[in-house]
Nanobody
């Protein structure tokens, strides 16, 4: 079992930045690829970014490439999402998720956090 707790969301003006964090507890953090997803009001949850167990591979949705950066610190059992140049359309609940294995496969994730809300004002 892996428990994931997100933090760092908030209200920010367009063009601003935030750092989202996801603290993991339970089984060995480095055994999991990690991902960030988001769900905007009235929309389906969508993939944002993912990172392999070592951090050597990173994946991004086209909508966030060049603006968002995913990273992880296995010593701290934490994955981060640096979000820059925020746009009102980035407003969503951001979820952290874990997939057992060395790399993100695109399949269903194994564990999910409860999310942190990011609101971008225009």
């Amino acid at each position: 079992q892996v428990q994931l707790v997100e933090s760092g969301g908030g209200l920010v003006q367009a063009g601003g930045s935030l750092t989202l964090s996801c603290a993991a507890s339970g089984r060995t953090f480095s055994s999991y690829a990690m991902g960030w997803f988001r769900q905007a009001p009235g929309k389906a949850r969508e993939f944002v970014a993912a990172i392999s167990w070592s951090g050597g591979k990173r994946y991004y949705a086209d909508a966030v490439k060049g603006r968002f950066t995913i990273s992880r610190d296995n010593a701290k059992n934490t994955v981060y999402l640096q979000v820059n140049s925020l746009k009102p359309e980035d407003t969503a609940v951001y979820y952290c998720a874990a997939e057992f294995g060395m790399d993100y496969s695109g399949r269903d994730m194994d564990y999910w956090g409860k999310g942190t809300l990011v609101t971008v004002s225009s």
